[in-house]
Each structure stands twice: as C-alpha cells, then as structure tokens.
C-alpha cells in the first residue's frame, strides 16, 4: 500500500518546517465572532463567561502541549508563545496550526455549557490559526505589547460605544457618530461626566486581557538548570509541575506591565 503506484503523489505534499532557532508566536481568532456573539446573545461591551471560557480552552491547550510557554487572551483571541528550541511536530508548520487550532476549538465547544448552561450553542464556531515566527526577545515583547496595546484601544471604544447605547439611549448608528473623531482623553471624559465612569477602575480583565504563565518547579540539580535557562532566557526548566493544571478552574492573570508579559500578579 505504501509502496503502491499511486504512492507518487505524495511528493506533492511540500515540508513546511517554521524557521529553526526563532519564537513561534501561535495566535487563534474566532471566527466571524461578531455574529456568533449576536446569535448567542453575549453581554456587550464584555461577557465575563465567554473571556473565561475563552481561557479554558487556551489554558486545556497548554496543558497539553508543555512546549507552550506563555499565553495572552482578549477578545475572541488568543496568542501563544512557544518555547524558541520546540520541536514539536518537527516544527511543521501546518500540523502545529491545525492541530492547536482544533483542541482549542474543541476545548471551546466541551466547555461551553460550564459557562452558559442556559445556553445551547446556535452552530459550531471556527477559528482561524497562524503561526509568525520571530527571531529576537525584543520581538516577543513588542509583540504582547502590541496585542495589549489593541485591547486597551478596543475595550475603550467599546466601553464607551455601549454606555452611550444602553445608558444614554442613543442607536447603534448615533453612538458610532458621537465617537467619530474622538480621542481617548474624550471617551475617558464622556464615560465620567455623562455615566459615572471611571475607566480606569473597571475590571483589568476587560481593560488588559489575560495571560496565562507556565511555571515550572525546577526538579533537576541546580547546575544544570542554571545551564539549561542560561541558554534561553525566556524558557523555564523542562521538567516539574505546573501552575496549569487539569482539575483547577482556569484563572486568568492580569498584565500590569505592557512591555513585561513574563510577570505575573495574583
Ligand atoms: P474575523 O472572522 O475577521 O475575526 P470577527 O467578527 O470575529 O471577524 P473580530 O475583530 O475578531 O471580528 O472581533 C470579535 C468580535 O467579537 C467583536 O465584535 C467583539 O466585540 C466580540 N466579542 C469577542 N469576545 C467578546 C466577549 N467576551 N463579550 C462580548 N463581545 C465579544
Ligand atoms: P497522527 O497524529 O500522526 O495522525 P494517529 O495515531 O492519528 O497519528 P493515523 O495514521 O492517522 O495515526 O491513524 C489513525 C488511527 O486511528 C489508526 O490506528 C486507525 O486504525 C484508527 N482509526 C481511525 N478511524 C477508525 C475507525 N473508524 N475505527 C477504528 N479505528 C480507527
Ligand atoms: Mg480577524
Ligand atoms: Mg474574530
Ligand atoms: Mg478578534
Ligand atoms: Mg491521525
């Protein structure tokens, strides 16, 4: 069968290796998500369950793929950073993308009635998966830093879009106008002086996002872990337990720091 006569065109199927020696930043996206929250009534600007099931899927990815060292959530996304010298799936790049990309998928839809049980899901999500591989640390931050930075713009418009909506009772179309042109400055200033809102004090989930860390208790002698995270900064040591764990329920870890998404705050 292997060997059959039909077996050339195999050949066709090119390798897909990611570049060696570089940080594969993995990062999923739901699918045509603004639909799906529509049909499946999620609480605007923030459903609190669906950002929680959200870090149950990312956290049950992580668990099963220990090379995965580091992850950051908002919206219905999540990016995942690999450790630089993973091999897994001999660093092929399609396998890795579909194959994360379907458990966390499927981690989404398992978990989903925890989060809504009053709530039976309309029609399967989907969610779109790359793979950027970058070459230096000083990416990695620029890279969290980045998707943080995109959190705070968003979750500013939109906490400001629908207290002009639901508060201030004005349509979809005439709060969009209101917000044409604003600055930050502005939407801080509308949010206090007509609703009462300090943005500032609203739940760092929804203004930072989550970031779920690997920590690694260090079970070989000292000296070779030394030697093993002296050679990559960012990686932990292979071996130990771990904070992401099967049977705690997934918490999220708030950044505090844009440019620092290693630290972590209880
Ligand atoms: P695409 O397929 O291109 O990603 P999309 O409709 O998913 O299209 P996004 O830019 O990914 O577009 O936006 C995600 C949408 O889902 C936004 O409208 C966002 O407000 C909404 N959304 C995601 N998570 C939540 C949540 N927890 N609560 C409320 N709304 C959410
Ligand atoms: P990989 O992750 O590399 O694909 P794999 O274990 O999935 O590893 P495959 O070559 O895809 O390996 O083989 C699929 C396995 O699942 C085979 O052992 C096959 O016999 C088994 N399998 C798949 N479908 C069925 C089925 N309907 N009934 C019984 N066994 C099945
Ligand atoms: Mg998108
Ligand atoms: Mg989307
Ligand atoms: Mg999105
Ligand atoms: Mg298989």
Known sequence: MANSKYSYVKNFELPDPVLPDTFMLFRLDGHSFHRFTDVHGFEKPNDVRALELMDHAARSVMEEYPDIVLAFGESDEYSFLLKRSTSLYNRRESKIVSTLTSLFTSCYVLYWPK????????????FDGRIVPYPAEKHIRDYFAWRQADIH???????????????????????????????????????????????????????????LVREDEPEVPESQSEARSEAQAPEGPTTGTTTVSADATPSSVVLTEPAQPKEKKN
């Open 115 to 126: 989060y809504f049980p009053n709530k039976p899901l309309q029609y399967p999500p989907s």
């Open 153 to 211: 713009v968003n979750n500013l418009y939109n906490t400001t879009f629908w207290a002009l909506v639901q508060q201030g009772g004005q349509t979809t179309a005439e709060a969009h106008a209101t917000l044409r042109g604003t600055f930050s400055k502005d939407k801080h200033e509308i949010l206090y002086s007509r609703f009462k809102i300090n943005y500032n004090q609203l739940d760092a989930r929804y203004r930072k996002g989550s970031i």
